[in-house]
């Protein structure tokens, strides 16, 4: 069997038969290009969500957060039962501790200069910030341990915020008010954008977490803290000792459950992936189907083809083709539109990815994975639709077919 | 090049019993030999066609083609065989629409291994007279020069054999004369042509004529190829 004729030949009959090819091609480039541009999504999401991650929470850390695996509000008020003095005790006895900070927050304050009102989160820090999350300053600077430890009234705060605020005048030295409690502003945030809850971390101030617990919200315990280890290898083992000293702590009886919880980065990369299935996942299942509208409607073309080739597949078969081959032919038929069809689809995913992610700006990554999925995607949508159509050509009778 | 004996072929009717189409067939063909079989409709000829072309299967009877007995072969080894020894020239040309003469006529070579099948089919096409048009469509072309599109299809694989069912019979008069001058000078390259007709004007051009009526072959004539030249000058 010549193969190169063949494969010219289902070649022709695509270019020959173009409304038919059209047809049979269009399915399967939507959903193609539909299943490469929403992984290109999905992995541009994740990717860019786990750069955040790993931006903010560093492989050798561990969170812990009051309450027990429930991150929002709660209708029963907030768990305050978590102190400053959990973490110091933490830095005292988990092996390997370098650092720790506690944070507590307060959000949608109003924030005031002269005549100019911003609501905004404010957030209580230590002063090892820039060391613990990985956040400093730009401009001015970060507040001091004694300003922690004597509470001062001093804040840092974000540019898009600063911006807001005081316009065109410097930030620096002057002073804010947060309802009765004037701050005096030291220094200018680092940029750091949306995190991954989708809040603007330029648009936020930071006061000492004592300033914050004491002179503004009124309340003696925290919202959530850091350890910083010296090696991640230790991770595992210190959040395992932090759950045991935690429970200790806090007086929970065996049969409690916790009311903190300990986060370590990998479990904060699975919750990243979990949240971000519906991107990866669900929505390429969506162009699943699209590809499997594409195979019934190329195995009807197909049937009806065969119907109208009958005379064409008796000619093939007298002048030498085998049952196999005349299968083999049809098949390589809707393999080679298909194929095509996939090529385009992905040509115009990658083309509608990039340009949607430049235009727009939402970070859109095309992987190889993604085109080879599609492609082997499209192949298998012709390989099926071509299955029964191939096989009803090869059945023919020869004698039956050229009467 | 043909041997068939005691050939017997019937098809089942649903009321009656099974319809006897071939009745003990016998009839040999030497290489080279140029054969017409005639018979009206319902003769039985295009089931004898058929089964001379390994397309159809017979019930009874020996029938070696080449010197190779085909009782019993596989379907898969048939198509090789017709591939191999076999050009059919039907009545109705059956090309392939929107495929050029070369493309057409390249056709049995997706199925042999033969090399250069685009030289072949240049070849197979000049041979027959339309070197010329071998990038028009059928749809493009009379149908005198379809048929020898045909031809040239059934001529690609160097066939020893070439079996032709009214190959005139959708063309007109002038055209037909010319096709059989073709046959003529394909038999005359040493090609054996088996040709179905019912136009016993046709038959006359061929040196052996053979009858078949209701099932059963008989011989005609022997005609002496010479003498059939000269009657084509008269």
């Known amino acids: 069997m010549n193969k190169k004729l063949l494969f010219a030949g289902s070649a022709r009959m695509m270019m020959r038969y173009k409304m038919r090819t059209f047809f049979m091609a269009i399915g399967i480039i939507i959903g193609v290009t539909s299943l490469v541009f929403m992984r290109a999504m999905g992995v541009g999401a994740e990717q860019a969500m786990m750069d955040t991650v790993n931006k903010t929470f560093s492989i050798s850390t561990i969170n812990l957060v009051a309450g027990g695996g429930h991150m929002g509000p709660r209708s029963d008020g907030p768990v305050t039962s978590l102190k400053v003095a959990d973490f110091v005790a933490l830095e005292n006895q988990v092996d390997g501790v370098v650092l720790q900070g506690a944070m507590q927050w307060f959000p949608g304050q109003d924030i005031r200069y002269q005549g100019n009102t911003r609501q905004m989160a404010v957030y209580g820090y230590t002063a090892n910030t820039e060391a613990v999350w990985q956040r400093g300053v730009m401009e001015g600077e970060y507040f001091?341990?004694?300003?922690?430890?004597?509470?001062?009234?001093?804040?840092?705060?974000?540019?898009?915020?600063?911006?807001?605020?005081?316009?065109?005048?410097?930030?620096?030295?002057?002073?804010?008010?947060?309802?009765?409690?004037?701050?005096?502003?030291?220094?200018?945030?680092?940029?750091?954008?949306?995190?991954?809850?989708?809040?603007?971390?330029?648009?936020?101030?930071?006061?000492?977490?004592?300033?914050?617990?004491?002179?503004?919200?009124?309340?003696?315990?925290?919202?959530?803290?850091?350890?910083?280890?010296?090696?991640?290898?230790?991770?595992?083992?210190?959040?395992?000792?932090?759950?045991?000293?935690?429970?200790?702590?806090?007086?929970?009886?065996?049969?409690?459950?916790?009311?903190?919880?300990?986060?370590t980065p990998a479990l904060v990369q699975d919750i990243v992936s979990n949240a971000n299935r519906v991107l990866l996942q669900y929505l390429p299942a969506a162009a699943g189907v699209a590809l499997l509208v594409a195979a019934i409607v190329i195995a009807n073309i197909m049937l009806i083809a065969v119907k109208e080739r009958v005379p064409e597949i008796g000619v093939r078969k007298a002048v030498g083709a085998e049952d196999g081959q005349i299968n083999f032919q049809f098949l390589t038929e809707t393999v080679v539109v298909s194929l095509t069809s996939g090529l385009f689809g992905a040509g115009i995913g990658i083309v509608a990815a990039v340009g949607y992610g430049s235009v727009s700006g939402v970070p859109m990554v095309v992987t190889i994975g993604s085109l080879s999925l599609g492609l082997a995607a499209a192949v298998i949508v012709g390989v099926v639709a071509g299955f029964l159509p191939a096989k009803q050509a090869s059945g023919l009778n020869p004698v039956n077919a050229l009467r | 090049m043909i041997e068939m004996k005691g050939i017997c072929k019937s098809y089942p009717r649903p009321d009656e019993g099974p319809l006897q189409v071939?009745?003990?067939?016998?009839?040999?063909?030497?290489?080279?030999?140029?054969?017409?079989?005639?018979?009206?409709?319902?003769?039985?000829?295009?089931?004898?066609?058929?089964?001379?072309?390994?397309?159809?299967?017979?019930?009874?009877?020996?029938?070696?083609?080449?010197?190779?007995?085909?009782?019993?072969?596989?379907?898969?080894?048939?198509?090789?065989?017709?591939?191999?020894?076999?050009?059919?020239?039907?009545?109705?040309?059956?090309?392939?629409?929107?495929?050029?003469?070369?493309?057409?006529?390249?056709?049995?070579?997706?199925?042999?291994?033969?090399?250069?099948?685009?030289?072949?089919?240049?070849?197979?096409?000049?041979?027959?007279?339309?070197?010329?048009?071998?990038?028009?469509?059928?749809?493009?072309?009379?149908?005198?020069?379809?048929?020898?599109?045909?031809?040239?299809?059934?001529?690609?694989?160097?066939?020893?054999?070439?079996?032709?069912?009214?190959?005139?019979?959708?063309?007109?008069?002038?055209?037909?004369?010319?096709?059989?001058?073709?046959?003529?000078?394909?038999?005359?390259?040493?090609?054996?042509?088996?040709?179905?007709?019912?136009?016993?004007?046709?038959?006359?051009?061929?040196?052996?004529?053979?009858?078949?009526?209701?099932?059963?072959?008989?011989?005609?004539?022997?005609?002496?190829?010479?003498?059939?030249?000269?009657?084509?000058?008269?």
């Open chain 1, 144 to 263: 001091t341990d004694d300003e922690v430890q004597s509470a001062s009234r001093v804040a840092v705060i974000g540019r898009r915020a600063a911006d807001a605020l005081f316009g065109e005048e410097a930030p620096i030295g002057k002073q804010i008010q947060v309802g009765s409690v004037p701050l005096t502003i030291k220094g200018i945030l680092e940029l750091q954008g949306i995190d991954t809850h989708g809040a603007d971390k330029d648009d936020e101030i930071h006061v000492p977490v004592t300033t914050l617990m004491r002179r503004l919200m009124n309340v003696d315990h925290v919202f959530a803290g850091r350890i910083v280890l010296d090696d991640p290898s230790r991770v595992e083992a210190a959040a395992e000792q932090i759950n045991t000293i935690m429970r200790e702590r806090h007086s929970l009886a065996d049969s409690e459950p916790p009311d903190f919880v300990v986060l």
């Open chain 2, 22 to 234: 071939l009745k003990n067939i016998e009839i040999n063909i030497s290489d080279g030999e140029y054969v017409a079989i005639v018979g009206p409709s319902g003769s039985g000829k295009s089931t004898l066609m058929n089964i001379l072309g390994l397309l159809d299967h017979t019930e009874s009877g020996d029938y070696t083609l080449g010197g190779e007995s085909v009782s019993g072969l596989s379907s898969a080894k048939l198509a090789k065989l017709r591939n191999q020894k076999i050009g059919f020239v039907f009545q109705q040309f059956h090309l392939l629409p929107r495929t050029s003469a070369i493309e057409n006529v390249e056709i049995p070579l997706v199925y042999s291994d033969a090399d250069n099948p685009g030289q072949r089919a240049i070849a197979a096409l000049e041979q027959v007279g339309l070197g010329d048009r071998m990038k028009h469509f059928p749809e493009e072309l009379s149908g005198g020069q379809q048929q020898r599109v045909a031809i040239a299809r059934a001529l690609v694989t160097d066939p020893e054999l070439i079996l032709a069912d009214e190959p005139t019979g959708n063309l007109d008069k002038a055209s037909g004369e010319d096709l059989m001058d073709l046959f003529q000078k394909l038999n005359d390259d040493g090609r054996t042509i088996v040709m179905i007709t019912h136009d016993e004007n046709l038959a006359k051009r061929a040196q052996r004529i053979v009858r078949i009526d209701d099932g059963r072959l008989s011989e005609l004539s022997d005609v002496d190829p010479s003498e059939s030249q000269m009657g084509d000058v008269v």
